[in-house]
């Protein structure tokens, strides 16, 4: 079983900045994907940002140019710093990560959400 345990959601004036943290822990062979996405209220959930084992990232149409997706393999963290924050970045937003417990088997995982909240 794998655990993603996230912080670094809170309230912030629009334009302002947050940084997110995910933590995965348990049994883990690799971590292809670790990634974010959001949901806000009434919507669908939606991709934020994606980082594969490698380097390679993709980003959401919407925050492009704004949101910046890292990792750190060693601690099997993820990262999402949001710069130049919009009311509408407003949402939970959900660690995802595609592990595999052992070579020949691989599972989604989702965190538990923090919420961040952008005033106007």
């Known amino acids: 079983q794998v655990q993603l345990v996230e912080s670094g959601g809170g309230l912030v004036q629009a334009g302002g900045s947050l940084r997110l943290s995910c933590a995965a822990s348990?049994?883990?062979?690799?971590?292809?994907?670790m990634g974010w996405y959001r949901q806000a209220p009434g919507k669908q959930r939606e991709l934020v940002a994606d980082i594969i084992s490698g380097s390679s990232t993709k980003y959401g149409d919407s925050v492009k140019g704004r949101f910046t997706i890292s990792r750190d393999n060693a601690k099997n963290t993820v990262y999402l710093q949001m710069n130049s924050l919009k009311p509408e970045d407003t949402a939970v937003y959900y660690c995802n990560a595609r592990v595999r417990s052992r070579p020949s088997y691989e599972n989604t995982y989702w965190g538990q959400g923090t919420q961040v909240t952008v005033s106007s």
């Open positions: 348990g049994t883990i062979f690799s971590i292809n994907a």
